[in-house]
């Protein structure tokens, strides 16, 4: 058999006898398409990496110091009111309480701060062992019926089952990350050298932040009236009263409660805290929390042993760059030194063996 010729034409098409032309597979001869643009290619010598570990030290280890001492210096305080101890002043509360309890339980934690908090003070409350990150739970809400639309309202995304419906009517809000929400109440007051009991105020405002509270969440149908606004809907099934009852505000009452819109903010580990209070600073003279006694009082609404959780309260300082969090300077600190140590190192290794020469006789 003979092989038929055929000519290439610098159109990228190959004439076949009889048949026409058919598409050349061959890239255009461009620089591009050829990976003849020019590139630059760094040559890792002594010259070039040794200033570069040296730089990366020098620079890593001041910025970690700074951070680390700059976090030693946010004051924190904890108090654990899980009532697992007997000793425990909340230990009747946890043992008695669930989730159908009637009644509340109330427990008082006397407590003394060493040092005194001078700028704002911010008041957490913490959970371990509850897995917030779980993917059914995450995506257990309705973000529609958050941010108020009225037909979500009256019928919530199957996301929600099985808290989507109780007794046949649309559950506001639904899901299980709003039927879970924290409800324990704590008031903190401070003891007088006189023995007199001084209430702290807590500003519960402003603890969410900005686009949760003006965008994602809003009331259904812009009614002020909230209960007219919410009928036809029932509570979650944990909850002891309805949404629109969760504060006299009629700016933090309903979807946009604050407490709400902060406990919707799933956590992504196990062990959490979640902003409560703020307490704000009255003047330059004296300082927010004086050193001295105080007592917490903690209505006991939110049950962890199914869950073998733990639950605390947490008081803190904050500064520039947010509150305690020593990991990021340890971090700094640790790649600054390996990086000071290994430019030691591979300077000595150049200084021993970098001056040979490399031309000399090899045995054969």
């Not at 700028?119 to 917030?132: A, D, E, I, P, R």
């Amino acid at each position: 058999m003979m092989a038929s010729s055929y000519n290439a034409k610098e159109d990228g098409h190959v004439a076949v006898p009889g048949d026409g032309t058919i598409q050349n597979k061959k890239p255009d001869n461009t620089a591009f398409k050829q990976q003849r643009l020019p590139a630059w290619q760094p040559i890792l010598t002594a010259g070039t990496v040794l200033p570069a570990f040296f730089v990366i030290g020098l620079i890593f280890i001041p910025i970690g110091i700074g951070l680390y001492v700059t976090s030693n210096n946010i004051k924190e305080f904890e108090i654990d009111y899980t009532g697992t101890d007997m000793s425990s002043p909340c230990f009747n509360c946890s043992q008695s309480f669930s989730w159908n309890s009637t009644r509340p339980c109330t427990c008082v934690l006397p407590f003394s701060l060493e040092q005194p908090f001078e700028s704002n003070v911010f008041m957490y409350y913490g959970l371990s062992n509850f897995y917030q990150n779980h993917r059914r739970y995450v995506k257990s809400r309705d973000d529609s019926q958050l941010n108020g639309d009225t037909t979500s309202l009256m019928n919530p995304s199957k996301e929600c089952e099985p808290y989507a419906r109780n007794e046949k009517m649309p559950i506001a809000p639904c899901g299980a990350i709003a039927n879970s929400m924290f409800n324990d109440t704590l008031d903190l007051y401070y003891i007088d050298p006189n023995g007199t009991r001084i209430q702290i105020p807590l500003m519960k405002k402003g603890i969410a932040w900005w686009t949760d509270k003006h965008v994602k969440f809003r009331n259904p149908g812009g009614n002020p009236n909230l209960t007219s606004a919410f009928q036809g809907t029932t509570k979650p099934i944990n909850w002891r009263k309805p949404v629109y009852e969760l504060d006299t505000d009629a700016e933090n009452n309903g979807f946009i409660n604050e407490d709400f819109i902060v406990w919707m903010r799933t956590a992504a580990l196990p062990t959490f805290r979640k902003l409560y209070r703020i307490i704000q600073k009255k003047n330059n003279m004296t300082p927010t929390l004086p050193r001295g006694n105080y007592t917490l009082e903690v209505t006991y609404n939110y049950p962890v042993r199914s869950f073998e959780g733990r639950k605390r309260v947490i008081l803190s300082t904050i500064s520039w760059m947010g509150g305690k969090n020593p990991f990021l300077g340890i971090a700094y600190i640790t790649v600054g030194s390996v990086c000071f140590f290994l430019g030691v190192v591979l300077l000595i290794i150049h200084h021993k063996y970098g001056s040979r020469n490399n031309t000399a006789d090899i045995p054969n």
